[in-house]
């Protein structure tokens, strides 16, 4: 299982754009990189999914170099409502695989 | 469509226990997992079920065990409960070629 390694915690302030790089330097050639997004005593929420390249959807864009050793989420002009834990997840198909968490990044918007 | 659900929501046992949690995953998906959620902490894999067997399991003792029935609902049973296991507990679903897992709201367990 490819380990992931992201910063502990982030502050930002509103309306600013936010980028969260996660190191993956064991991935395989199969495994997708993933990202999601939790609240106080929620489940996690799926926010973006990419192999390579630029993945881009209605919340966030997820940048992911050649060598796909690392990733990068990308959350524009974020809201206070952005304040939550966010999880880079590296791994094949979750059905036969354990899906290992991480400690996550922490981020904190401020106005 | 009907997300991933669980019940109950919360929870309260006394050590020495036994408890069930269950879930429903979302419409179309076969592949239940289950997680334990320490504050403060990601999620820890638990085990996984599909085709009504558990196919992956987590660090977790025998204590926790789960079954899956042909609706592909599931059930998280924990059997003398210690105060450590006081955690939220998610269920995620996925399909057979999915990568993302769709999670529930958890269920938050309280052991005193």
């Known amino acids: 299982l490819a380990k992931t390694t992201q910063p502990i915690s982030m502050d930002s302030y509103e309306g600013q754009e936010v980028n969260i790089t996660c190191s993956h330097n064991?991935?395989?050639?199969?495994?997708?990189i993933t990202w999601y997004q939790q609240f106080p005593s929620q489940g996690p929420r799926f926010i973006i999914q990419g192999y390579k390249t630029k993945v881009t959807n209605e919340v966030a864009s997820l940048f992911i170099p050649a060598d796909r050793k690392s990733s990068t989420l990308s959350l524009p002009r974020v809201s206070l409502s952005d304040t939550a834990v966010y999880y880079c997840l590296v791994g094949d198909r979750p059905r036969g695989f354990k899906t290992i968490f991480g400690a996550g990044t922490r981020l904190f918007v401020k106005a | 469509d009907a997300g991933v659900t669980q019940s109950p929501t919360h929870l309260i046992k006394t050590r020495g226990q036994q408890v069930t949690l269950r879930c429903s995953p979302k419409s179309g998906h076969d592949t239940v997992s289950w997680y334990q959620q320490a504050l403060g902490q990601g999620p820890q894999f638990i085990f996984q079920y599909y085709e009504e067997e558990e196919r992956q399991r987590g660090n977790f003792p025998d204590r926790f065990s789960g079954h899956q029935y042909p609706n592909y609902s599931s059930e998280l049973n924990v059997n003398a409960l210690l105060l450590g296991d006081s955690a939220l507990y998610l269920c995620?679903?996925?399909?057979?070629?999915?990568?993302?897992?769709?999670f529930g709201p958890g269920t938050r367990l309280t052991v005193t």
């Open positions: 064991n991935i395989a050639t199969n495994d997708y």
């Open positions: 995620a679903s996925s399909g057979r070629v999915t990568y993302e897992q769709y």
